[in-house]
C-alpha cells in the first residue's frame, strides 16, 4: 500500500486573501476610513507575509533557503518599523524623526538583497547596482545561463 501525500495549493490561498486584504486596503483608504485601520490592514498584511515566507522556507526546506530567510528577516524588520510608525505617528500623534520606526525599516535592507546569483545559486563576486534580481552577467561573470530560476545549475566555462 503506498500513501501519495497529496501537495494543497496554499499558496494560492495566500495570493487570494492577499489580494482581498490589498483590494480593502485600497477602498478603505479610497472611503476616507480612519487611518488607523487602514494602517492596521497594512501592517498586518505585512506580517502576515513575513510569517508566511519563514514558515513555508522552514517548512519545506528549499535550497538556498539562507536567503529566503533574510528575505523573511527583513520583511519582518519592515513590519515592526511600520507597527512602531502606527502607533507612534496615528495613534500618538507623534511623529519624531529619526525613531526607531526608521531604524527598523533600515534594517529592512541588508537582509532583502539577494544572497546569490538568482540563475546558478553562486555567491556574487560584485555588487550589482541594477533591480532586485539582475541578470546572471550582473551578478555572476562568466555564468552562461539565461534568466533562469534559482534551482538551475550554473554553466560556468571550466578553469584551464
Given at each position: 500500500?503506498?500513501?501519495?501525500r497529496?501537495?494543497?495549493?496554499?499558496?494560492?490561498?495566500?495570493?487570494?486573501?492577499?489580494?482581498?486584504?490589498?483590494?480593502?486596503?485600497?477602498?478603505?483608504?479610497?472611503?476616507?476610513?480612519?487611518?488607523?485601520?487602514?494602517?492596521?490592514?497594512?501592517?498586518?498584511?505585512?506580517?502576515?507575509?513575513?510569517?508566511?515566507?519563514?514558515?513555508?522556507?522552514?517548512?519545506?526546506?528549499?535550497?538556498?533557503?539562507?536567503?529566503?530567510?533574510?528575505?523573511?528577516?527583513?520583511?519582518?524588520?519592515?513590519?515592526?518599523?511600520?507597527s512602531?510608525?502606527?502607533?507612534?505617528?496615528?495613534?500618538?500623534?507623534?511623529?519624531?524623526?529619526?525613531?526607531?520606526?526608521?531604524?527598523?525599516?533600515?534594517?529592512?535592507?541588508?537582509?532583502?538583497?539577494?544572497p546569490?546569483?538568482?540563475?546558478?545559486?553562486?555567491?556574487?563576486r560584485?555588487?550589482?547596482?541594477r533591480?532586485?534580481?539582475?541578470?546572471?552577467?550582473?551578478?555572476?561573470?562568466?555564468?552562461?545561463?539565461?534568466?533562469?530560476?534559482?534551482?538551475k545549475?550554473?554553466?560556468?566555462?571550466?578553469?584551464?
Amino acid at each position: 500500500m503506498s500513501t501519495v501525500r497529496e501537495q494543497r495549493p496554499y499558496w494560492a490561498l495566500f495570493v487570494a486573501l492577499g489580494t482581498a486584504a490589498a483590494g480593502a486596503f485600497v477602498a478603505l483608504r479610497a472611503s476616507g476610513a480612519a487611518p488607523w485601520l487602514t494602517g492596521a490592514l497594512y501592517t498586518g498584511l505585512s506580517v502576515v507575509t513575513a510569517v508566511v515566507v519563514l514558515v513555508a522556507t522552514w517548512r519545506y526546506r528549499p535550497k538556498g533557503r539562507a536567503g529566503w530567510y533574510l528575505l523573511g528577516a527583513g520583511q519582518l524588520a519592515y513590519s515592526v518599523g511600520d507597527s512602531i510608525h502606527l502607533v507612534r505617528n496615528t495613534l500618538q500623534g507623534n511623529s519624531a524623526f529619526p525613531s526607531a520606526a526608521d531604524a527598523m525599516h533600515l534594517a529592512q535592507y541588508p537582509s532583502s538583497s539577494p544572497p546569490s546569483c538568482p540563475s546558478c545559486a553562486a555567491a556574487p563576486r560584485r555588487l550589482s547596482t541594477r533591480a532586485f534580481w539582475p541578470s546572471p552577467p550582473a551578478c555572476c561573470p562568466g555564468c552562461t545561463s539565461s534568466r533562469s530560476p534559482p534551482r538551475k545549475a550554473c554553466r560556468r566555462p571550466r578553469a584551464r
